[in-house]
Nanobody, 117 residues
Framework: VQLVESGGGLVQPGGSLRLSCAAS????????MGWFRQAPGEQRELVAT???????NYADSVKGRFTISRDNTKNTVYLQMNSLKPEDTAVYYC????????????WGQGTQVTVSS
């Protein structure tokens, strides 16, 4: 699976960004897509997931502020981020989860999100 993220940038606290991720390749056995993020010096963490049926799940730190959605016809997943905080600053990556429950080992290049005044 190949993953291409886009949409990151510099935004002030309280602002919004919308990230996109297009998946291609061996996608027929996908169960879910998700967004992860990694801040400098920290481990990569799961931010949000959405199943092929459209059921979302969020980390507590982003509930009520972030919304994940997907377009199955385009194999694309989105992350709408509102009320951004400086602690949301990180490189954001998308990934795909197979029906086996495992996530792909092929990561995209990620997209940088910086929240700063």
């Amino acid at each position: 699976v190949q993953l291409v993220e886009s949409g990151g940038g510099l935004v002030q606290p309280g602002g919004s960004l919308r990230l996109s991720c297009a998946a291609s390749g061996s996608i027929f056995s996908l169960n879910a897509m998700g967004w992860f993020r990694q801040a400098p010096g920290e481990q990569r963490e799961l931010v949000a997931t959405i199943t092929t049926g459209g059921s979302p799940n969020y980390a507590d730190s982003v509930k009520g502020r972030f919304t994940i959605s997907r377009d199955n016809t385009k194999n694309t997943v989105y992350l709408q981020m509102n009320s951004l905080k400086p602690e949301d600053t990180a490189v954001y990556y998308c990934n795909v989860r197979y029906r086996s429950g495992s996530w792909s080992t092929n990561w995209g290049q990620g997209t940088q999100v910086t929240v700063s005044s």
